[in-house]
Each structure stands twice: as C-alpha cells, then as structure tokens.
C-alpha cells in the first residue's frame, strides 16, 4: 500500500491563480493523495453529475474515507483505478479582470443629438456554487483555460451594462455628459443585472474595479460646443443678439489672419460690435460672458462675395465689404407680407398671386 500512497494530486503551482483546473487524468489511482487548498474545493464529476466533494486538506483517495467513490471504480484495472473527472475550484476572489467596448449609440435627451458611449475599466470575479460551474460550463467551455471563463464573464457584464446604461440615460437618471458623476448607481444597477445572468452558472460579479464611461470625441467636442451655444444665446436674449455677435467676431478674425480686403469692412465689423454693445444686457454675469464670448475664436466657414471677392461669415447674408447681396433676397407677399419661397406662385397665408 505504501507504493500507492506515492501519488499526490494538487493543483500545480503555476496554476493556482486559475479559477478552475481540471486534473489532466480521468484515472485517478487508489490510496492516491488530493491536497486542497484552503481556497479551493476539488469535486468528483462522472457523466455530467458530480458525485463527491472535497473540502481543503490532505484527502486520501478511496472508499473507505469517501464512500460515494465505491461507484467509480473501474473494475477492469483489479479495482486500483477510480474513473471520474476531478476539479479543483478556487473559492476566492479573482479582480482586476479587464473588460470594455463600445456600449451604445443613444439620443441625448437634453441636447437630442445621437451620441456613441464607450466603458471601460475593471471587475472581480468569483465562484458562487462550484458544482453549479462545472456542471453547467465544463461540456460548452473549456474551463482549464482562464481567459475562457474571464472572457465570457466579461462580454456577459458589457451586455448587461448597455441595457442599464441606456435605459438610466433614456429615463432621464443619469445625463450624458455627467455619467462620471454617476458611476455609483451604474455600479450597483450593472452589477444586478449581470448577477442575474451569472446566478445559474454558479459565477458572481462582487464588485467593479475603477471603470469610466466616456463619449466618443468627435461626439463630446459637439455636445460641449452645443453647450456653449445654448449659454450664450440664453445670455444674449434671443438669438439675433448672439447670431450678429458671432458674425462680428467671425469678420474680426477673419481681419486678423489677413483675409480682408479693405478698410470698409474692418468698419463694418467695428460698427456691429457697436451694435452689439448698445443692447448689452445689464446684467454682470451676461456681460462678462459675452465678452468672453469676444475672444478670438477659431475662423468660421467663408463664403466670399461675387461682386468684390471678400471673404464673409457663412451666415452673412450682405457683403461686409460692399453691401451686395450675398443670397437672393427674400420674397414677401404684397398682400399679407409673409416670406415666400422662391418658386412660389400663390401665397400660402392668403392666396395673393406672386406676381401682383
């Protein structure tokens, strides 16, 4: 018997940091030595069912100490043979696994515009009922592989964060452009979701790592720059205020980077920050953010003038440098005074004809 006793079964040192290994022999000899760990349980598993269990300590493999392992003997080796499969599962906590992507494309409810969210940060994983685990992913994944069930884990979390995400963000919870200040409630909304999933498969999620979710950049810069725009015309009063404010600064740095062509449009700009001055509001904090709002900014889209060749703002709708129209000029009803479109030939208000 003491040459029986020779074998030990343990989980190699390379491979204590895996959430489960399978030891590579279905023919485990008798009287052999299971040492388990004190993180670890090792289960007996024939035809998908597991048979027995060990806790941690030093096991002696036979009958006698676990009697359910009467059934595995194989008879066609003298009864020297147990034939099942053995698993060593870690009970402890596996963290900083890595996970991300891209979460959804969603509709800001506060701007309308469409935006694309991206995660990506951390989690921990471990073991909720071990037989539950090897019964139910050891003849669909290969579980001796780590990144395997890390991977699956993972896609499973990203999947659960999308339906969190989304819905927090349509039902107007968690805003757009304040989803960092919202990691908190995510956490714990993601981390039930994703539970739920894990539960049959004997896994859980107990915690995320340090994670963030972010816009995509050509998404943030829009909605920051919509932002803005909403401030100023709200501190202009309407619109016009801040559509001529704008058209001002445009020409003024269009002058500065030498695009004009002429001292009467340098004028014509100065005239309108005139303009623009004259109806300031009293308000301090509405004039300090419009003469923010007066600092050089990036040149806008030109479009330059038929007549003179004069670059203009894109919403310009007169030459700055000689006062020719820049688009044709509106049609308005002779009757009524409404706008009417090119084409028209009736009024749309009164049925005036066009032409009359």
Known sequence: MAWFEREFIAVPEDRKNQLVYKWPDVNIRRYSRAIVNAD?????????Q??????????RIDAEELPVLGALVDTLTGNNFYRAELYFVSTREFPGIKFGGRLADIADPVSEQVVTLRVFGEFALSVRDPAELVTSLAGTTDLNVPATVES?????LLKS???????????????VLGLSGQLEPIEAAVVRQT??????????IPRLGNFDITLAPEDAERIKRLAKDVTYIRL????????????????GQGFANGHGHGGDGFLGAALGLNAIQQHA??????????????QPLPALTQSACASCGTDNPANARFCMNCGDPLAPRPRHCTECGSELIPTAKFCADCGTRADA
Do not use: C
């Not at 339906?163 to 968690?174: E, F, H, K, M, P």
């Not at 539970?195 to 896994?203: D, S």
């Not at 205020?241 to 445009?250: D, Q, T, V």
């Open 40 to 48: 670890e349980i090792a289960l007996f598993v024939k035809s998908g």
């Open 195 to 204: 539970n739920l999933t894990l539960y049959e498969y004997g896994l859980r």
């Open 281 to 294: 509001p009293s308000n301090p904090w509405q004039r300090q953010a419009i003469s923010a709002a007066a």
């Open 50 to 59: 597991v048979v027995a269990a060990m806790g941690p300590g030093r096991h």
């Open 236 to 251: 202009a009063g309407d619109f016009q205020r801040y559509a001529a404010g704008e058209m001002a600064l445009g020409a």
């Open 161 to 175: 964060m999308k339906v969190a995400v989304t819905q927090g963000i349509s039902r107007g919870d968690w805003p």
């Open 152 to 156: 699956w884990s993972s896609d499973l």
